[in-house]
């Protein structure tokens, strides 16, 4: 897949920042995963997770291979067990030998402080879940949380972690710290309750043990199934770190978004508006779908903010009683013809009336100006007037000419 570069994003926001119409991202610092770089100004990167039990070997150097293929750049896979983490070796070689080194993240759940220990060695990045990683179990007649219980919870996160985090930080490798809102540790839901506040500090327990051990190669992510919590964390997140100082990465993500058309709204809903406020490094869409469903969704939300662009990015008007073809036909043939482009803007547009105007910004235009016939332009000029059953094939001709066009 081809891809253009980040488009040049400053980093202060004008004084008028009502009639501004570029995204001014967070800084952050570059965190490196395998050959990707996350934050740091690099462009926000795509990622997705396998459905493939990781003990199938082959199954899963296939699935990771598909995904990167269509532009994927780091690719999680689950590890419950030890077996499963001594298998992502024998991924990692088979990768290497048949296609090329893709970056992989292992998610390790339930007291993995072995297991994460040893998929360490692996893989370029390890995904804890501060709610899971050391397990607190719930006691139901509880009515307090006394200061001396909060401390020792906390005395056993940090010698379960410490390891764990000083194999990473001496390998140059990286951790996600993955707070989920449906997954909080007792600790925080009997102290914060079910909330955003609690997602927060949650993170913050195991940066803060981060840092004491001079670690700093971080990801942070504060998913949850619902939009408005989801944005509320990752907000409070931001002006957390702003008051410590910090500058670690953010990974946006809904989690849980579901299928089909509404999963793509819902996750659109939360990433977008995020990514809008200068919000977010890495991103990855769910859907209850095949992965490989997942990096369109990825890639259509950036290009509408356009924070990278990955493909044509087609103007069309939506049709009215003056327009002069079938708008929907044609626009499915230019598609057709010109989706394999990178970084063209291509209106395709139904009258004279708002065409030229509403188009001016396009490369190349498509309109109908009179019964029959197309016109075609460059930018705001008119280069040509076609027969409409010849305007697919003149387009690619102008196309052509400009040096703008590469085969399929």
């Given at each position: 897949m081809q891809t253009l570069p980040n488009p040049s994003l400053s980093p202060t926001p004008p004084?008028?920042?009502l009639t501004d119409t570029t995204i001014h991202r967070r800084s952050t610092r570059p965190v490196p995963v395998g050959n990707v770089t996350i934050g740091g100004g690099y462009p926000v990167v795509v990622q997705s997770m396998i459905n493939e039990d990781t003990l199938d070997v082959a199954g899963s150097v296939a699935a990771i291979r598909r995904l990167h293929e269509i532009g994927c750049e780091i690719v999680r896979v689950t590890v419950p067990s030890m077996a499963h983490a001594k298998a992502l070796a024998q991924i990692k070689e088979q990768l290497a030998a048949t296609y090329q080194d893709v970056p992989l993240v292992a998610d390790v759940h339930h007291n993995g402080m072995k297991i994460a220990l040893e998929v360490a060695k692996h893989v370029d990045k390890v995904r804890i879940n501060p709610g899971l990683y050391v397990?607190?179990?719930?006691?139901?007649?509880?009515?307090?949380?006394?200061q001396a219980e909060f401390?020792?919870?906390g005395q056993k996160i940090r010698e379960t972690l410490e390891p764990l985090v000083i194999s990473l930080r001496d390998q140059g490798k990286a951790m996600r710290?993955?707070?989920n809102h449906g997954s909080l540790?007792?600790?925080?839901?009997?102290?914060?309750g079910d909330t955003p506040e609690g997602m927060v500090e949650s993170a913050l327990e195991f940066i803060k043990i981060c840092e004491s051990l001079d670690f700093h190669n971080l990801v942070i992510s504060l998913k949850a199934s619902r939009v408005p919590v989801m944005l509320a964390a990752y907000r409070l997140m931001v002006k957390r770190m702003?008051?410590?100082?910090?500058?670690?990465?953010l990974h946006l993500g809904v989690t849980e978004a579901g299928d089909g058309e509404y999963g793509r709204i819902k996750s659109t809903a939360g990433i977008g508006t995020l990514l809008a406020e200068g919000i977010g490094d890495t991103i990855?869409?769910?859907l209850t779908e095949a992965p490989e469903k997942?990096?369109?969704?990825?890639?259509?939300?950036?290009?509408?903010?356009?924070?990278?662009?990955?493909?044509?990015?087609y103007v069309a008007c939506p049709s009215c009683g003056r327009t002069l073809f079938n708008l929907e036909e044609v626009l499915h043939e230019v598609r057709e013809a010109t989706k394999h482009l990178t970084g063209l803007d291509i209106a395709v547009m139904g009258c004279i009336v708002n065409g030229p105007g509403e188009m001016a910004d396009a490369d190349y235009g498509y309109v109908g100006k009179q019964p029959g016939y197309i016109s075609l332009y460059r930018g705001r000029e008119e280069i040509k007037k076609v027969p409409e059953n010849q305007g697919v094939e003149e387009l690619i001709n102008l196309i052509k000419a400009d040096g703008r066009w590469i085969d399929p």
């Open positions: 004084s008028d920042a397990f607190e179990k719930p006691q139901g007649n509880r009515t307090e949380y006394t401390d020792e919870i710290i993955g707070v540790a007792e600790r925080m839901l009997f102290t914060y702003d008051e410590l100082g910090m500058d670690y990465p990855r869409v769910s997942e990096i369109p969704v990825c890639y259509s939300i950036l290009q509408a903010l356009g924070l990278r662009k990955t493909m044509v990015e």
